[in-house]
């Protein structure tokens, strides 16, 4: 398998419980490793343009309200399989789907307020860091 990088997002509901650290130790157990990371407010127009591909679903605008309901944590995961290993351990994208033991499992809510966000595929991962990160604000180790 080869070495990724994947964009992950600690929403404002998870951000509000106070389990940063504990979704980050998920992190570094799965033996992914945090590369960058910022704490951030979203603009309207920053949560629009990153859920740019959703703009035509129902959920958008609850969507992006959401996003920008409070700070939330961005980071860079890299690791062996980083998008596919992330998206396991974060679970199923509606909590009461997800597998126990996942991050949404056992932090969601709700669809909406679900805890995190991870890229999908491996060339959005690409478009999604670059979003949020200058390279020069992304440290390979
Ligand atoms: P994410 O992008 O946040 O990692 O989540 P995902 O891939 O599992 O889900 P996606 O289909 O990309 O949807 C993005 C976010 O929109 C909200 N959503 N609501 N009410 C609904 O039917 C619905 N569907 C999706 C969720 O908060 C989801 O994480
Ligand atoms: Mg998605």
Known sequence: ???ERTLSIIKPDAVAKNVIGEIYSR???????????KMTQL???EAEGFYAVH?????????????ISGP???????GEGAVLKNRDLMGAT??????????????ADSIDANAVHGS???ENAAVEVAY??????????
């Open 1 to 3: 398998m080869a070495l």
């Open 27 to 37: 992190f570094e157990k799965s033996g992914l490793k945090v590369i960058a990371s």
């Open 43 to 45: 603009s309207r127009a």
């Open 55 to 67: 703009r035509e679903r129902p959920f958008f605008n609850a969507l992006v309200e959401f996003m």
């Open 72 to 78: 939330v944590m961005i980071q860079v995961l890299q």
């Open 94 to 107: 509606n909590p009461k789907d997800a597998a126990p033991g996942t991050i949404r499992a056992d932090f």
């Open 120 to 122: 999908d595929s491996l």
């Open 132 to 141: 949020f990160f200058p390279a020069t604000d992304v440290f390979a180790r």
